[in-house]
T-cell receptor, first 113, second 115 residues
């Protein structure tokens, strides 16, 4: 089974801190994604990557950046954490395009205080 | 632009009753459609997907969904609800104008199963 591993399940950070969320997949998927999930808003795409060192903005990239130096790892960076970035963050990966479906990690619940 | 609408943010059914979760999409070209389930404090798990083969798609845990192009719908059903079905369900679409890397998710429907 494809596995997508997010390094932390729960994280508490202070306002203004630089925060790194790590995601690793073990099935050689080309595409990786970062979403945030908030009640009533569903999943919103922050950034995605379809190849090493490639990245594209999603729908809500402000305040975030990403890094993909290796195919299996996709990091989400909060440059200066703010309280409105308190959320559940979900990483996903997929092979190819279209109908393959995503495989999701278990999520990181980030609280910024 | 593509979009997905899930009607009803909360649905309650009795154990043993029919489960019906509604999803309507908009797309200018034939889409790929998915249903995902999320249990508390977990990531999303793929339930089933439509990729232009059979219009009636069977998934895991007894769920199925029917693609109806004329109604632009992809509703999720299960004949008999079980307590373990209590979770949040998300419909998603990809393909067409949004490109096939990105999925557009609905806002989710939380299913409650009453004993």
């Amino acid at each position: 089974d494809v596995k997508v591993t997010q390094s932390s399940r729960y994280l508490v950070k202070r306002t203004g801190e630089k925060v790194f969320l790590e995601c690793v997949q073990d099935m050689d998927h080309e595409n990786m994604f970062w979403y945030r999930q908030d009640p009533g808003l569903g999943l919103r795409l922050i950034y995605f990557s379809y190849d090493v060192k490639m990245k594209e903005k999603g729908d809500i990239p402000e305040g975030y950046s990403v890094s993909r130096e290796k195919k299996e790892r996709f990091s989400l960076i909060l440059e200066s954490a703010s309280t409105n970035q308190t959320s559940m963050y979900l990483c996903a990966s997929s092979s190819g395009t279209g109908g393959y479906g995503y495989t999701f990690g278990s999520g990181t619940r980030l609280t910024v205080v | 632009a593509q979009s997905v609408t899930q009607l009803g943010s909360h649905v309650s059914v009795s154990e043993g009753a029919l489960v019906l979760l509604r999803c309507n999409y908009s797309s200018s070209v034939p889409p790929y459609l998915f249903w995902y389930v999320q249990y508390p404090n977990q990531g999303l798990q793929l339930l089933l997907k439509y990729t232009s083969a059979a219009t009636l798609v069977k998934g895991i845990n007894g769920f199925e969904a029917e693609f109806k192009k004329s109604e632009t719908s992809f509703h999720l059903t299960k004949p008999s609800a079980h307590m373990s079905d209590a979770a949040e369900y998300f419909c998603a679409v990809t393909g067409g104008t949004s490109g096939t890397y990105k999925y557009i998710f609905g806002t989710g429907t939380r299913l409650k199963v009453l004993a």
